[in-house]
C-alpha cells in the first residue's frame, strides 16, 4: 500500500510569514509523529498523536509550532511567524499500535523549510 | 527521559571493510532499541530492532546489532561493508511503559568507497 505522504516536498518562505506543513499517514496506523531534522543534528521530536488520546506537545520548540490531526488520519503542523532558525527538513512518522511496545515507524520524504 | 549517543558522526570505509558504528543510550528501565538507515535521496526507514529474546538481532543487507544491558550499548556491525551501504545510520531508543516516543541519536553518515 502507499507509504507515509508528506507536502509540500520544498518551501521556501520569508522570515515572519505562515507555513502549514501536511502529512499523510499510512492507513490504519493510528500513531503519528513529526520530527524536525537540522543539518548534522539528529531527530529531534517535535510532537506525537496516538488514537484519540490528548497529543504529547513536549517537542515542540516554541507556541509558534502548533499541529492537529483530523479525523485520526491527516495532520497539518504549522509554524507561525517562522524564523530562520526553523529552516530545516520536517519529517512525519507512521506506526500502527496492535501491542503499545512501540512499533516501527514509516517515515514520509520529508518537506525541506528554508526560510528567508 | 532518555538519550541517545552515536559516538561515530563521520565514517569513511573501502568495500569488504567491516563496519561497526556505537551507539549508546542513557535509561534505566527496559528499552526497545532500533536503527534505522536513510540512503542517499531516500526516505528514513528500519534496518532492525530489538524488542526482547536474543540480544543478536539480525537486520536486512547482512546488518546485525547487540544489546549489550550491562553496557547500554547497541552497536551496528556489518562484517563486509558494500559501496551501495553509504547513507545515514540512526540509533534510536523508547522506553516501555513510557509514551513509548522515540529518541533518536544524532547519526552517523558512512562513506563506502568502491
Known amino acids: 500500500g502507499a507509504g507515509v505522504s508528506q507536502s509540500p516536498s520544498n518551501k521556501v518562505t520569508e522570515k515572519g510569514k505562515d507555513v502549514e506543513l501536511r502529512c499523510d499517514p499510512i492507513?490504519?496506523?493510528?500513531?503519528l509523529y513529526w520530527y524536525r531534522q537540522s543539518l548534522g543534528q539528529g531527530l529531534e521530536f517535535l510532537i506525537y498523536?496516538?488514537?484519540?488520546?490528548?497529543?504529547?506537545k513536549s517537542g515542540l520548540p516554541s507556541d509558534r509550532f502548533s499541529a492537529e490531526r483530523t479525523g485520526g488520519s491527516v495532520s497539518t503542523l504549522t509554524i507561525q511567524r517562522t524564523q530562520q532558525e526553523d529552516s530545516a527538513v520536517y519529517l512525519c512518522?507512521?506506526?500502527?499500535?496492535?501491542?503499545?511496545?512501540?512499533?516501527?515507524?514509516?517515515f514520509g520524504p520529508g518537506t525541506r523549510l528554508l526560510v528567508l | 527521559a532518555q538519550s541517545v549517543s552515536q559516538h561515530n558522526h563521520h565514517v569513511i570505509l573501502s568495500e569488504a571493510a567491516s563496519l561497526e558504528l556505537g551507539c549508546n543510550y542513557s535509561?534505566?528501565?527496559?528499552?526497545?532499541l532500533f536503527w534505522y538507515v536513510q540512503y542517499p535521496g531516500q526516505h528514513l526507514q528500519l534496518l532492525l530492532k530489538?524488542?526482547?529474546?536474543?540480544?543478536l538481532v539480525k537486520g536486512i543487507k547482512g546488518f546485525e546489532a547487540e544489546f549489550i544491558k550491562s553496557k547500554f550499548s547497541f552497536n551496528l556491525r556489518k562484517p563486509s561493508v558494500q559501496w551501495s551501504d553509504t547513507a545515514e545510520y540512526f540509533c534510536?531508543?523508547?522506553?516501555?511503559?513510557?509514551?513509548?516516543?522515540?529518541?533518536f541519536g544524532r547519526g552517523t553518515s558512512l562513506i563506502v568507497h568502491p
Open positions: 512518522a507512521s506506526s500502527s499500535w496492535t501491542s503499545g511496545r512501540g512499533e516501527t515507524q514509516y
Open positions: 492507513s490504519g496506523h493510528t500513531a
Open positions: 498523536f496516538q488514537g484519540n488520546s490528548a497529543p504529547d
Open positions: 535509561y534505566g528501565g527496559t528499552v526497545n
Open positions: 530489538y524488542f526482547s529474546g536474543d540480544p
Open positions: 534510536a531508543v523508547n522506553a516501555r511503559g513510557g509514551s513509548y516516543i522515540p529518541t
